[in-house]
């Protein structure tokens, strides 16, 4: 029997063995919450995150963090529980509804009039907001600039040729004195199809170094079962602080 499926012209297969767009659209992440094809997510709150919150602080109490393409990550609830405000954004409406309810959060729902279509969801005491909308659609005039951003698997997931936009964006997001705690990731693109997408050093610092100080704060070992699964014998997570 021949197995082999021919792949039309803008497709791939992905890691779930499905058709999708070699670029993913709005809509191919929103189908992957549908039908729960959602691997990146983890039912913990992010070690590296616990352990370099105080370099997004910088000595600072009570901040406006901002967690872009945000997904249902417990990072929301945790940074809400150190007192902080968090705001994130997140294309999936299922997404949203599953962080709420699987942290057992009650919420209220509005329309964003800035953004046609798009919604915010905020917890009873309005210190966590989460915009259901495009993370290009969404900018300072929303929700102001932020002390500190959490970019978790999120510059990773953007489509490559996408990426530039994508920082130039986050830099209008940061307020003075900002510190972007971003987790990234390099291994061998030619192994696998994206998302995740490999984003080495000297990529970070085409991105952010006109602008922005870079300091790579950690850079570890990362290699999982499911990235081996993938096909992958290398994974190298690398944790920078961007001011
Ligand atoms: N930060 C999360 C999720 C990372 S996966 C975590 O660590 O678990 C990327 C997420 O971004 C997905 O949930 C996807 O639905 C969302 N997303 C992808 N493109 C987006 C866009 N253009 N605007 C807003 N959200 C987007």
């Not at 191919?28 to 919450?33: F, M, V």
């Not at 659609?137 to 990426?163: E, H, M, Q, Y």
Request: charged share 25%; net charge negative; hydrophobic share 35%.
């Amino acid at each position: 029997m021949n197995t082999q499926i021919d792949i039309p012209k803008g497709k791939k297969l992905n890691k779930y063995g499905e058709l999708e767009n070699l670029e993913l659209t709005a809509e191919d992440w929103i189908a992957r919450w549908e039908k729960k094809h959602i691997g990146f997510h983890k039912d913990e709150i992010h070690r590296l995150l616990q352990k370099y919150l105080p370099n997004i602080l910088n000595g600072r109490k009570q901040i406006n963090i901002f967690l872009p393409l945000c997904g249902k990550s417990l990072d929301i609830k945790w940074l809400h529980d150190q007192g902080h405000n968090v705001v994130g954004v997140e294309i999936s409406k299922t997404a949203i509804e599953e962080f709420f309810a699987e942290q057992n959060l009650s919420y209220t729902q509005e329309l964003v009039p800035e953004i046609p279509g798009a919604e915010v969801f905020k917890s009873s005491d309005h210190r966590i907001s989460l915009y259901n909308c495009n993370i290009f659609n969404f900018s300072s005039l929303i929700a102001g600039k932020f002390d500190g951003i959490w970019d978790c698997k999120s510059l990773v997931a953007i489509n490559p040729p996408d990426r530039q936009r994508y920082a130039k964006h986050m830099i209008t997001l940061m307020a003075e004195g900002c510190c972007y705690l971003l987790d990234s990731c390099t291994f061998n693109q030619d192994k696998i199809v994206g998302p995740p997408f490999s984003v080495p050093q000297h990529a970070i610092e085409d991105l952010f170094g006109q602008s922005c100080n870079i300091q790579l704060l950690e850079s570890l070992d990362a290699l999982t079962e499911q990235q081996i699964s993938w096909g992958l014998d290398s994974f190298i997570e690398e944790i920078y602080l961007i001011k």
